[in-house]
């Protein structure tokens, strides 16, 4: 199958939802200004049983996915090491996805909610150079099907800051206005 994204994700404060405005760096002592996460894959990720193929004419890249249904839920499961991306990089994902959707043919575009941890290099907004050392951070995320589900502030600051993740990826024949 086609994995396709358009992600824009910030740090929040820990005891609530809202947006990190700055952040007082413990190791440099430097106060900082976080930044959008983004990752837009236009693309798409070839998922192939070899790995993901994230370009056509490169390798696949090797992963562990295991996908199980109960009821009308599909669960998969990922534990992906991205060799491509600086090192070190790793990913492990659950993704809730509708089992109707996913074994209906005739569905182009699912809809879901994930949930990722990532272990990756220093942000470059930290400002850490090049010291020893590695970010644990999680993501919530849902595949929406229109604009109209993304909750307004959200959807104001990335419309603000980022409006090309709010356009149709290319690929899509305009079928479509999904943001993820």
Known sequence: YV????????????????PLERFENPYTGEV?????NLYRNDQA???T????VHAPGTPPDPYAMSISQIGDTMFA??????????QPHRELSTKV?????????????????????FVSRWPKWMNM??????TLWQLGSKKVKSHSEIPPRYYKRIKEEHPTHLSARPGTN???DIVY
């Open 97 to 117: 996805i509708d089992a109707r959707e996913y074994n209906d043919p005739k569905v182009e575009n699912m809809t879901g909610i994930s949930n990722e941890i």
């Open 174 to 176: 305009g079928k479509t």
């Open 3 to 18: 994995l396709s994204a358009s992600t824009f994700s910030y740090p929040t404060k820990l005891d609530s939802d809202e």
């Open 49 to 52: 049983l070899d790995g993901m």
């Open 129 to 134: 150079g090049d010291r020893p050392g590695h």
């Open 32 to 36: 900082n200004t976080p930044v959008a």
């Open 77 to 86: 499961v990922s534990d992906i090491g991205q060799a491509f991306r600086p």
């Open 45 to 47: 990720t070839l998922m």
